[in-house]
C-alpha cells in the first residue's frame, strides 16, 4: 500500500501562487491542533510567510527597486526553507493523508500505475514575450491524454472563482490565452483526463496581469 506523502520542494511556484501557498498553509496551521510539536513551529513559520507575502506583493507592482527585488527574492528562499522543512517534519510525524493534508500542504501525486490519472500538483500564469498574452502552466501526468482546463477573471459572493471553460488540449506546454487584459487578477485550474476518469482540480493559480 502507497504511503500518502507531502510535497516537499515548491520551487517550482511563480511568486504570486508561492504567496498564496504561504496565506494557505498560514491558515491553515493557525490553529491547527494536529501538529502540537510542529517544527519549525508556527511562531516561527508565520512571520517567515507574511515577510514573503509583503515583500512579494511590493515587486508584484512592476515598479520595485532592485534591493527591493533582492529583499524579496531572499525572503523567497527563507520561505522555500521554511516549507521544506514542515513538510518533511508532517510526513515524518504521521501516514494519515487527511492529517497532513490539514496543513494545507500538497500532496504527492499517486505514482504510475492508478488507474483514474493523478491531478497536476501545480498551476501557473506567466507572462508572455508577445503582447496581451499570458502563459497557462502546470504539471504534466504521464498517464493523461487530454487536460481540461478553467479561466476565470472574477469571484462570485463568496470568494470563489466563476470559472469559463478552455478548450482541452493534450499536451502542458505551449499553452497561450489572449487577448489578456491590463491590470486584470486571472485564475487558472488545470485536471488531467485518460479513458479511465478524470483527476480532481489541481491547486488554483492567480495572476495580476500588465500588458505592456
Do not use: C
Not at 18 to 43: E, G, I, V
Not at 83 to 103: G, K, P
Amino acid at each position: 500500500m502507497r504511503t500518502p506523502k507531502l510535497m516537499t520542494n515548491y520551487t517550482h511556484l511563480s511568486d504570486a501562487d508561492l504567496a498564496s501557498f504561504a496565506m494557505r498553509t498560514a491558515d491553515a496551521l493557525r490553529t491547527n491542533a494536529n501538529f502540537p510539536d510542529l517544527n519549525p513551529a508556527f511562531a516561527d513559520y508565520e512571520p517567515v510567510a507574511l515577510d514573503y507575502v509583503a515583500k512579494q506583493a511590493i515587486t508584484a507592482k512592476g515598479r520595485a527597486s532592485s534591493q527591493q527585488k533582492e529583499e524579496k527574492d531572499e525572503a523567497r528562499e527563507a520561505l522555500l526553507k521554511q516549507l521544506r522543512a514542515i513538510a518533511s517534519y508532517i510526513n515524518n510525524f504521521t501516514t494519515v493523508s487527511s492529517i497532513q493534508l490539514s496543513s494545507g500542504f500538497y500532496p504527492v501525486a499517486d505514482p504510475k500505475g492508478s488507474q483514474v490519472p493523478p491531478a497536476s500538483s501545480w498551476a501557473r500564469i506567466r507572462p508572455s514575450n508577445r503582447p496581451a498574452e499570458i502563459l497557462l502552466e502546470y504539471e504534466a501526468i504521464r498517464e493523461a491524454y487530454q487536460y481540461e482546463r478553467q479561466i476565470a477573471t472574477e469571484l462570485d459572493e463568496s470568494g470563489e472563482p466563476v470559472w469559463q471553460p478552455l478548450p482541452p488540449v493534450s499536451d502542458s506546454r505551449g499553452n497561450f490565452y489572449s487577448p489578456a487584459q491590463d491590470g486584470v487578477t486571472y485564475y487558472f485550474r488545470v485536471r488531467s483526463m485518460n479513458k479511465r476518469g478524470v483527476s480532481a482540480w489541481s491547486p488554483v493559480a492567480s495572476r495580476k496581469v500588465w500588458v505592456d
